[in-house]
C-alpha cells in the first residue's frame, strides 16, 4: 500500500469528463455534434458494466472539447434521462466561448435551431445564456468578462 500524508494534494490537472444518461443516444448525438459542433470521440457498447460486473447493456458516448476535457453520455436503452433530485437549473455543464461576440453567436444558432435560450445574464466575473438539451440537462454558455468580483 502507498502511503501518502494528507498534506499531500492531488496534482488534479483538469476535468477528463463528465457522465449524465441520455434517453435516446442518436437525439443526443445529433444535439452535440450538429448544433454544439462536438465531435463524437468514443462509443463504448457492453453488456456488463465494468466496474460493478453488472448486467446492463448499455451505450456510452463522449464529445471532447477543445481543451481534450470531455462530457459523456450513457443510453440504458429504457428511454429515461437522469432525474435530479434538485431544481433542473443546479446541474449543469458550463462551455466557455472567447467573448461575448462568440456567446451572441451561440445564442442566435440555438434559437435558430428552436431552443429556447435564457440571457445573456451578467453575473459580473462571467456573461451567460442558459438552455436545456435533449435530455433536459442545463447547459450553460458563458465567457470571462475581465472583472474581479
Known amino acids: ?6 498534506k499531500e494534494s492531488l496534482n488534479l490537472q483538469r476535468l477528463h469528463h463528465f457522465a449524465w444518461k441520455c434517453h ?3 437525439e443526443t448525438k445529433a444535439f452535440y455534434t450538429g448544433i454544439l459542433g462536438l465531435p463524437v470521440t468514443h462509443i463504448i457498447k457492453e453488456d456488463y458494466v465494468p466496474s ?3 448486467y446492463a447493456p448499455y451505450t456510452h458516448i463522449f464529445f471532447t472539447m477543445p481543451d ?11 428511454g429515461k434521462a437522469t432525474e435530479t433530485t434538485c431544481d433542473p437549473w443546479v446541474v449543469h455543464f458550463a462551455f466557455k466561448v472567447q467573448d461575448e461576440k ?3 453567436l451561440a445564442k442566435a444558432k440555438l434559437e435558430q435551431n428552436s431552443i429556447d435560450v435564457v440571457g445573456p ?12 438539451d435533449p ?6 454558455i458563458t465567457y470571462d468578462t475581465g472583472v474581479n468580483t
Open 1 to 6: 500500500m502507498v502511503e501518502i500524508s494528507n
Open 68 to 78: 481534450e476535457s470531455s462530457i459523456a453520455f450513457f443510453d440504458l436503452g429504457d
Open 24 to 26: 435516446d443516444i442518436d
Open 102 to 104: 462568440e456567446l451572441l
Open 52 to 54: 460493478t460486473g453488472e
Open 135 to 140: 435530455n433536459n440537462l442545463r447547459l450553460e
Open 121 to 132: 445574464t451578467d453575473h459580473g466575473f462571467i456573461r451567460s445564456i442558459y438552455f436545456f
